[in-house]
């Protein structure tokens, strides 16, 4: 449905992962190798999935990943689904790069959300989408550190993806063919970029933001930079985009309040290991009690507890409520969180657990067990 309604361009830039999507088809499928243990007998009448995320009370321990665009997905995409994690109980990330401002999603939606951060060259940017942060009221920073440096995906590149869409022929008869999309871009305010073009200097208009865009991912981060940047915002911060026991050891050094194991959906590096398959040794490098979360290929309730009895306090999803809010705007987002909610319920009472705190390790099978 997704793929009916959004323009081939965007679809695409969603549905792709980097060169020959290894990793991106790793993500998902490595959760297949991990199996459930099948109890029965165990009373699962009163059941509950509410947790807590890094400190705050949610309804399960599934959060909305920072997804660029949302608003070319649907119109106010990022409001639209802002407010489907608000009514759901879980916490809603809103990207750097998104169509709707911060105040946009603070204003629509009247709720705490979170912000992800690119770690950009402009400081005098950097200074100011903070501070917009802390006055609209974001307590949680996502500081994203695996793309200083884009992983080529050939799909954007043969659409020559742009936002908003060029408008060639082949556009505007893909357009044409999607009225919905059309008519609710029509009839939205025109928000474009809402954090970055009238708020980073210079920047007024779409080709500003693409010379700007284009200088501003900093290959000279190192974990310096990375502390002066949680020092400058001095607040919480989880790190994004780690995949490696090393980094993840350094990581926490960092004073960061949470690691998100990820690999950015397999759009970066293709050819290094799912997420999943790292989640053990990461658990491993950081030690039991440091708050670790996981994303990459979660698109159902099963993957979400495999990932938590692996290690993670919780999980972010990107794709899976992305092709919901597609197909459907807010009501779509709340459809992919709901099939999540149910999934992981019915797997838990079948798994012969009451409680998501108690879904651990002892919920895998594991070869030992058949001795
Ligand atoms: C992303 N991701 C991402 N991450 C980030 O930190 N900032 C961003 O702006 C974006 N933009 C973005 C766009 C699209 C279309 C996708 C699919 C992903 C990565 C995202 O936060 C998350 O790491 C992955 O999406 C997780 O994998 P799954 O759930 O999509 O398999």
Known sequence: MHRRRVPRMFYDYVDVGSWSGSTYRANRDDFDRILLRQRVARDIERRSLASRMMGEDVSMPVALAPVGLLGMQHADGEIQAARAARDAGVPFTLSTMSICSIEDVAAATRAPFWFQLYTLRDEEFLDNVLDRARRAGVEMLVLTLDLQIQGQRHADLRNAMTAPPRLTVA?????????????????????????????????????????????????????????????????????????????????????????????????????APSTIRMLPAIRRAVGPEYPLYLDGGVQSGQAALKAIASGADGVFIGRAFTYGLGAMGQAGVTRAIEIIRREMDITMALCGVNDIADFGPHCLWSPELEQ
């Open 171 to 271: 556009n505007l008869i893909d357009m044409a063919r999607r009225p919905h999309w059309c008519a609710g871009m029509a009839r939205t305010k025109r928000r474009g970029f809402g954090n970055i073009i009238g708020h980073a200097r210079g920047v007024t208009n779409m080709g500003d933001l693409m010379e700007w865009t284009s200088r501003q991912f900093d290959q000279r981060l190192d974990w310096a930079r990375v502390e002066q940047i949680i020092a400058k915002w001095g607040g919480k911060v989880i790190l994004k985009g780690i995949n490696d026991p090393e980094d993840a050891q350094r990581a926490v050094q960092t004073g960061a309040d949470a690691i998100l194991v990820s690999n950015h959906g397999g759009r970066q590096l293709d050819g």
